[in-house]
């Protein structure tokens, strides 16, 4: 029995390394207003903006997994301007809390909370975002809101100001269809939204950031196809925050991983 277990759990890891599926910035998007979205944040390491990410307590950010790889150091708050950080929007990362099931973003569990040195003052610059319910619902072609500070095009440059684009909720069917197509079985945990039957949604550079649905944090942008976004081709994917939030909530309360 021990066996069978252990060969099931090893096919399903080869079978997530297999699947290639990268992504994230903000396509046909416009300028995000300087006083919305005031719990956007810039996750950074020495070298600059690396990943998105969203307040959701004093202390804490939420970012994609994935974003692991690149080591970030610190987050900026309080600026929806990468060109006007100073100490006053910077915050020290002290500890990265990944997901512990997480192997691969086609895997699922595709979700990180950075723990901050201090909690940051809120202000009329920075407020955190409200989570969703555990029995939270969006209706399919429900419209919901991307941000970003990533690529506007495919091959295209990253931007200094935050861009935001409204995306549409793709019926989840129709999109583990679409995705299988291309030989991605898509986990249980995403949600579907834009990159398919629209020209607007996400593409390399925006990877943590949420999918704003109703005033929520419905999800955080994971992946597209293999860094293409010349929509529409597949459903972009996020990671169901509503489906983590025990998770999410233990981290809090502990305030520690």
């Not at 060969?7 to 599926?21: D, G, I, W």
Request: hydrophobic content about 35%; proline content about 4%; aromatic content about 6%.
């Amino acid at each position: 029995m021990m066996y069978h277990l252990q060969k099931f759990l090893l096919l399903h890891l080869l079978t997530c390394l297999r699947q290639n599926a990268l992504g994230s910035e903000i396509i046909h998007g416009k300028k995000a207003p300087d006083d919305l979205m005031l719990y956007m944040a810039s996750v950074q390491n020495n070298k600059g903006h690396v990943c998105g990410g969203f307040l959701i307590s004093e202390d804490f950010v939420v970012t994609a997994a994935h974003c692991d790889k690149n080591e970030s150091t610190h987050v900026v708050l309080g600026t929806h301007n990468l060109k006007k950080v100073d100490n006053g929007t910077t915050t020290d990362v002290i500890k990265r809390c990944k997901h512990p099931r997480y192997v691969n973003r086609t895997c699922g569990n595709d979700i990180m909370l950075l723990k901050l040195s201090r909690k940051v003052q809120l202000n009329n610059r920075v407020q955190p975002i409200q989570l969703p319910r555990a029995d939270n619902k969006i209706k399919v072609k429900g419209k919901c809101r991307v941000a970003g500070w990533g690529l506007t095009k495919t091959g295209g440059k990253v931007v200094d100001v935050l861009q935001v684009a409204e995306v549409p909720i793709v019926n989840p069917a129709v999109c583990k269809r679409e995705w299988k197509e291309i030989r991605v079985n898509l986990p249980d945990d995403v949600i579907c939204a834009g990159g398919y039957d629209t020209n607007k949604g996400f593409c390399q550079g925006d990877s943590g950031g949420p999918l704003v649905c109703g005033g929520t944090a419905a999800g955080v942008v994971s992946f597209n196809m293999r860094k293409n976004c010349d929509y529409p081709n597949v459903p972009n994917i996020y990671t169901d925050v509503s489906k983590n939030l025990a998770w999410i909530k233990g981290i809090l309360k502990k305030k520690d991983c």
